[in-house]
């Protein structure tokens, strides 16, 4: 609460003196330094997984600080049990009622995604805790952030924000479109048919209540699927996207330590600068440490997530090969496009994993080698000590490993 408290003041503060800036500056310096301000202002790297989190908050899986507890456990089990626990229940049922290959494999493609989401669905749930302690990190790091105050760090750090909402904006419009295409497949076709093959026990073709009323329920259990599949999917970018951010800022940092050095070679002036370098270190070194806790609490939460997409994809890439291939007719477009949708989505959501992934490692590369670039060599013997303890831990590179084998590397995607 404390905590909280002194961040509501500082930005109160800030605020006040933008607003001073505004009434007191009109050059192009003014208004350069208030832009850096506003930068420092809404600096909260925390907004990278917001969408992410608003989505579990609506799904039932974090309760809202303002909701009730009963009400947060009703709406919680209400969807979870109507969506969650039927809607694949549905899909896999209908799959020992199948009775033509075309069934079969249209059935099979969304069973599996929606089986390997509900998994991760559930992991969020498991490692809910640890996505609180990520949530503390990152205040710690931006709070240091903000004190540093450096122009170039919060740019990079806005960025990583804006780059994680992208991948989450990006996975949304792809489950709109293929929603959309499952609606317009329905809405056009001849006979009658379902959004997706499922088993429900009754004859919904001779009964139009049961027809409409299986139908709705369906584009329902679909929009609450695509929305946690659309969360699930794109957290784990998201997060790595940040981690990223942070190495990098820290990199920045890093590299300024004992520059530029004093002009005056006074003893005194000397001593203040050395004291003054080997606090910097300090400083960096603990927020190293943070970052190397954020790393392991991402690979904690991620490892399981990370390893269901790659099977997924596996799988769902194979089965729809066999169905464009083998199965479907080469008229039937919606059927075509709906398969092409899915193939596209789970390669995506496995390259966007690798690559965020790779990005990470190299970057914690980068951070070594910026340890190396300060400049230790005129400095204290506490300084250079704590150093080379630092450099020894930084000589391994970062990895997130799916299922804490498999390393999460553009190398893995090509070979995947």
């Excluded at 740019?155 to 990583?160: A, C, D, F, K």
Aim: proline share 3%.
């Amino acid at each position: 609460m404390n905590l909280k408290m002194e961040e509501e003041f500082e930005m109160s503060v800030k605020q006040k003196e933008i607003l001073e800036m505004d009434q007191e500056f009109k050059t192009g310096m003014g208004q350069e330094k208030k832009q850096e301000m506003e930068l420092e202002l809404e600096l909260n790297t925390h907004n990278a997984v917001s969408y992410h989190w608003r989505v579990w908050e609506l799904m039932g899986l974090m309760q809202p600080p303002e909701m009730p507890r009963l009400q947060f456990v009703v709406r919680s089990a209400v969807i979870n049990v109507l969506v969650t626990l039927l809607f694949p229940l549905t899909l896999l049922a209908k799959l020992f009622f199948t009775s033509s290959l075309k069934e079969l494999f249209e059935n099979l493609t969304i069973t599996i995604t929606d089986f390997v989401a509900n998994l991760k669905f559930i992991n969020v749930f498991l490692v809910r805790r640890q996505l609180r302690e990520i949530t503390d990190i990152l205040r710690v790091l931006d709070k240091r952030a903000k004190i540093v105050h450096n122009q170039e760090e919060l740019r990079v750090l806005h960025q990583s924000v804006k780059t994680a909402q992208s991948s989450f904006r990006t996975f949304a419009w792809i489950f709109v479109f293929g929603t959309a295409l499952s609606c317009i497949r329905v809405a056009i076709a001849r006979d009658r048919q379902l959004l997706y093959p499922a088993w429900f026990g009754v004859d919904w073709q001779c009964s139009d209540l049961a027809y409409w009323l299986i139908n709705v329920y369906q584009l329902f259990g679909l929009i609450v699927q695509a929305i946690q599949d659309c969360a699930n999917d794109s957290y784990p970018p998201a997060y790595l996207c940040i981690l990223t951010g942070h190495m990098r800022a820290l990199e920045l940092r890093v590299r300024r330590i004992g520059y530029p050095q004093p002009l005056a070679h006074t003893l005194y002036n000397q001593a203040r600068y050395h004291q003054s370098v080997y606090v910097q270190l300090c400083e960096c070194i603990e927020d190293y440490i943070n970052i190397l806790r954020l790393n392991e609490i991402i690979q904690e939460i991620l490892s399981i997530a990370c390893m269901a997409q790659f099977v997924c994809s596996a799988a769902v890439q194979c089965t729809v090969a066999m169905h464009v291939l083998y199965v479907v007719d080469s008229n039937d477009l919606s059927t075509m496009m709906l398969s092409l949708v899915f193939f596209m989505a789970v390669t995506l959501e496995v390259f966007l994993i690798c690559y965020f992934g790779d990005r990470m490692r190299t970057q914690s590369e980068a951070l070594l080698d910026a340890f190396y670039a300060c400049n230790w060599m005129d400095q204290m013997p506490q300084f250079k000590r704590n150093l080379i303890i630092t450099l020894m831990r930084t000589q391994k590179p970062s990895f997130i490993y799916a299922g804490s084998y498999i390393p999460v590397t553009l190398e893995t995607f090509v070979q995947v």
